[in-house]
């Protein structure tokens, strides 16, 4: 099925392993868990949706760490990616589907948990996908995201939001081969600029800030590690994102109480998060 998120078929088959070593797999477990303040024993045999789920670290964590149910989708063909990296430690825990956020095939108000990392803003409407999402959760079950935040007038004065226009129309085969070629030299002075404590500067490269990817992942890890954000910067079809506040307000509006609305920090980097209970 070809829609808007062609890009990220592409992304996470062509990079299906990247981010799912044993460490890498830390470093999702760290983000998950801080993410959702959930832990591992309240989810013993709930049922849980992911939204969005790429190649399918965050369905690993769930598998593994707890015996939890889970239906996962996509809207991209990166479920099959997701499907190989998972199917074998699934135990039957796992129904994945590719499907929009806007409709998935599944019965309104039966999740005890929701979550959705890392999608709301490469979806279209923001608040229609928030709303969505808060309609599978059952009454008082929760609802957590984490998204692209606005910090202030600076954020879209970044080389990803002037170049972005380009990009997207761009071949995939030639975005993946501008970068293969141009990659280390941007590595290189990404991490001068940081040594020389001109990080500030870094916004104006075009590159994934490489602070965000974990420290513990060795050189070729790392560069190709680069590569797939990179392009996952340059290539969605959309990128919006949004102001924590906003996005808490959304839940507001769309029947959710806010639990918690800010920046969550953990070994595995800061992360904007909204987390809220389904009221109505
Ligand atoms: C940046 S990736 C994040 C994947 C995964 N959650 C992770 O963090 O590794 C964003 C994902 O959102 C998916 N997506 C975008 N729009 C969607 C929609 N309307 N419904 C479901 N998934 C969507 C894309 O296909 C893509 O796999």
Not at 129 to 141: E, N, T, W
Not at 188 to 193: E, R, V
Not at 267 to 273: F, I, K, L, M, R
Request: aromatic residues 12%; glycine residues 6%.
């Amino acid at each position: 099925m070809q829609n808007y998120t062609q890009s990220f078929g592409l992304q996470w088959k062509k990079f299906s392993k990247t981010q799912m070593d044993d460490t890498d797999q830390k470093q999702s477990e760290t983000r998950f868990f801080a993410t959702t303040n959930w832990r591992p024993e309240e989810l013993a045999g709930k049922s849980i949706l992911e939204a969005g789920s790429g190649a399918g670290r965050f369905t690993r964590v769930i598998l593994e760490k707890t015996s939890a149910y889970l239906w996962s989708f996509d809207y991209s063909e990166a479920v099959e990616a997701n499907w190989q990296n998972n199917s074998d430690i699934a135990g039957g825990r796992l129904h994945l589907f590719q499907a929009s956020i806007y409709q998935i095939p599944l019965p309104k108000a039966s999740f005890d948990k929701v979550f959705c990392f890392g999608v709301l803003q490469h979806t279209p409407d923001f608040e229609a996908s928030v709303k969505s999402l808060i309609k599978y959760a059952k009454i008082g079950a929760e609802i957590v995201v984490d998204f692209y935040p606005i910090k202030g007038f600076w954020t879209k004065i970044h080389a990803k939001y002037l170049l972005r226009p380009l990009t997207k129309k761009m071949s995939h085969e030639t975005l993946l081969n501008i970068l293969e070629k141009n990659i280390d030299s941007l590595i290189t002075i990404f991490d001068f600029l940081v040594k020389a404590k001109l990080g500030v500067l870094t916004r104006f490269l075009p590159i994934v800030d490489l602070r965000t990817i974990p420290s513990t992942v060795d050189k070729q890890k790392r560069r190709e590690w680069a590569i797939l954000d990179t392009f996952d910067m340059f290539f969605p079809e959309y990128d919006n994102p949004q102001r924590i506040e906003d996005v808490a307000a959304m839940f507001e509006r769309n029947g959710a109480k806010v639990a918690f609305a800010g920046f969550v920090k953990s070994s595995a980097g800061t992360g904007a998060v909204v987390r809220g209970v389904r009221e109505s």
